[in-house]
């Protein structure tokens, strides 16, 4: 959650230095970020606006009480295992219905070994820290049924409220 007090803390010296570097602040100011970039030009729009002319945000995250990577990722985590090591049908079902597009299943490994399961930690880290007590982001590619903490068997939806509430969105 600091990333959001970062960027507006960025945003407000490059303005200072801008300003002593040529003599008058910008009279724009846009940002532009990409997936979790993206989610933070979004979130600095939101909660800044003064601060910004405009923003792109690209391809962002988002996070409702509705969903996000922490409903996406954990099915992935399960499934892209077998489907990997058999093909099995049901967990190739499994994955489409996680929101993986069919088409897309060259680039699951690459995703499985280099960022599912790295984002579901953090993320979840950032927004559910007592879910896995003191392992601080977890356990990295735990096997599903490991027991308490392991993000591979997360659910958001089993999650107290307060994991929920509108924060979730805004932080």
């Given amino acids: 959650m600091e990333w959001h007090r970062r960027v507006a803390e ?3 010296a490059a303005k200072k ?6 003599g008058r602040t910008p009279r724009f100011t846009y940002a532009a970020g990409l997936s979790a970039g993206g989610y933070l030009v979004r979130w600095q729009l939101e909660h800044y606006p003064s601060l ?10 988002t996070f409702t009480k509705e969903g996000s990577l922490l409903t996406t990722l954990p099915p992935a985590l399960r499934a892209y295992p077998r489907y990997e090591a058999t093909k099995d049908p049901a967990a190739h079902a499994e994955m489409l219905a996680a ?3 069919a088409g897309s299943e060259k ?4 995703h499985y070994n280099n960022q599912w399961d790295f984002l579901q930690r ?3 880290e950032e927004l559910d820290p007592d ?4 392992a601080e982001a977890g356990t990295p590619f735990c096997k599903q049924g490991t027991g308490a903490g392991c993000d591979t068997d997360y659910d958001f939806a089993a999650r107290p409220r307060s994991v929920h509430g509108p924060s979730t969105g805004s932080r």
């Avoid at 910004?52 to 995250?61: I, K, V």
């Avoid at 879910?131 to 003191?134: E, Q």
């Fill in 99 to 101: 929101g993986y597009p």
């Fill in 52 to 61: 910004y002319t405009g923003g792109l945000d690209w391809n962002a995250l």
């Fill in 10 to 12: 960025l945003t407000v």
């Fill in 107 to 110: 680039l699951w490994g690459y």
């Fill in 17 to 22: 230095v801008t300003g002593r570097h040529y």
């Fill in 122 to 124: 953090v993320i979840r």
């Fill in 131 to 134: 879910y896995d007590g003191s």
